[in-house]
């Protein structure tokens, strides 16, 4: 079996200032995002309506805000409430660790609708634009999960090839668990990205990008849960599903709602 390689959590350092992989991956992630929804704002459909790049690095802004703001208060009242509520110095210490990508995405949602009602643009119409655009972030986010160690799957029968032992995990023994950011990055990251990318080539009725975002990720991350150890202090949920899984179905059946809507809408005759 294999074992993590335990990366060094800080790539660079320059005097007293350490450079982070995590932090890389981030940048790495607002990079990509900024290329790729430059390109996106380039193509006919969307340049005819006037997005420019001014607005892709504005629309940059409001999302981070959201991402940040929106992942730790949705770790906060996702994952641990009770903790919080009696330790609210701690809520933004953001330095400590604990995201949630639910609590994210309902920090952007809120952040696109602002931009959108700034910038008189519809939601979907800002929604659309981006959404192919977001996979490639969540893709280094969950290598940047890999490289610190965190996160790890469960374990993973012994004669699987790419079972790996993560010491940080603590186990008795060396179990083999499945390596579970890894098949984050593939279903959120890069499966999802060829998804949206090739669907979003040609016009779209407004919704249906936003809506295909949210079937497929929710669906993808329902399944690599089956493979990812549920967080100690949670545990499985009802029916044996962990606390990703059931947030990821309201996300699945509202994708489904915004898809069917969008497309019925584009089908009703004009007047």
Request: proline letters at 6%; aromatic letters at 14%.
């Amino acid at each position: 079996m294999l074992v993590h390689p335990q990366f060094d959590p800080i790539a660079l350092r320059l005097g007293p200032l350490a450079v982070h992989w995590y932090g890389i991956t981030y940048l790495v992630a607002f990079g990509l995002f900024l290329w790729l929804a430059g390109r996106r704002a380039r193509m006919p459909q969307h340049a005819a309506v006037g997005w420019t790049r001014q607005d892709v690095d504005d629309v940059l802004f409001y999302g981070v805000l959201g991402v940040v703001l929106g992942g730790r208060l949705g770790y906060c009242l996702f994952y641990k409430p009770d903790y919080y509520a009696q330790h609210l110095s701690e809520v933004f210490a953001v330095w400590k660790g604990g995201m949630s990508f639910h609590g994210g995405l309902l920090g952007v949602i809120v952040a696109m609708g602002v931009f959108g009602r700034l910038r008189r643009r519809g939601f979907f119409e800002v929604a659309d634009l981006i959404a192919p655009c977001v996979p490639t972030g969540l893709a280094a986010g969950r290598l940047g999960n890999f490289i610190n160690g965190e996160l790890w799957g469960r374990p993973a029968p012994a004669d699987l090839p790419w079972a790996m032992v993560f010491p940080q995990a603590n186990d008795p023994v060396g179990v083999a668990r499945h390596p579970s950011q890894l098949y984050q990055f593939l279903g959120e990251g890069v499966f999802l990205f060829l998804l949206l990318w090739l669907f979003a080539r040609k016009p779209r009725a407004t919704g249906q990008i936003s809506g295909l975002f949210l079937i497929g990720y929710g669906a993808q991350r329902f399944v690599t849960e089956y493979f990812r150890q549920p967080d100690d202090f949670l545990g499985l949920r009802a029916l044996d599903l962990s606390q990703g899984q059931w947030l990821s179905l309201p996300m699945v059946v509202a994708g489904l709602v915004m898809f069917a809507w969008a497309t019925r809408r584009n089908l009703r005759p004009a007047g």
